[in-house]
């Protein structure tokens, strides 16, 4: 949110799991210009894993809650629409 500019509603109405996985993907290849700088300088001292065993393991822990609760992973028809 903090990066994307996007509000707490904008999230609500449209983030979805499978989004945000992708959105994680997208950010480990190409990370925000603010992390960059960051750690460019030294200032990050928040240890991130490259570990991909890891990550997947952990987004499919996170799906694996959501379906628990009742969420759907699955996109909804009208985006599936949506190139």
């Known amino acids: 949110m903090t990066c994307m500019g ?5 999230v609500d109405d449209y983030m979805t799991l499978p ?12 990370p925000p210009l603010h992390l960059m700088v960051a750690q460019y300088l030294g200032l990050s ?7 991909e065993d890891a990550q997947e393991k952990n987004s499919k822990e996170l799906f ?3 379906s628990e609760i009742g969420l759907s992973s699955e996109k ?3 985006l599936k629409t949506i190139a």
């Open 64 to 66: 694996g809650l959501a």
């Open 6 to 10: 996007w509000t707490w509603e904008y």
């Open 19 to 30: 989004r945000l996985n992708q959105l994680a993907k997208y950010w480990k290849e190409n």
């Open 76 to 78: 909804p028809e009208w």
């Open 45 to 51: 001292n928040k240890a991130v894993s490259n570990d």
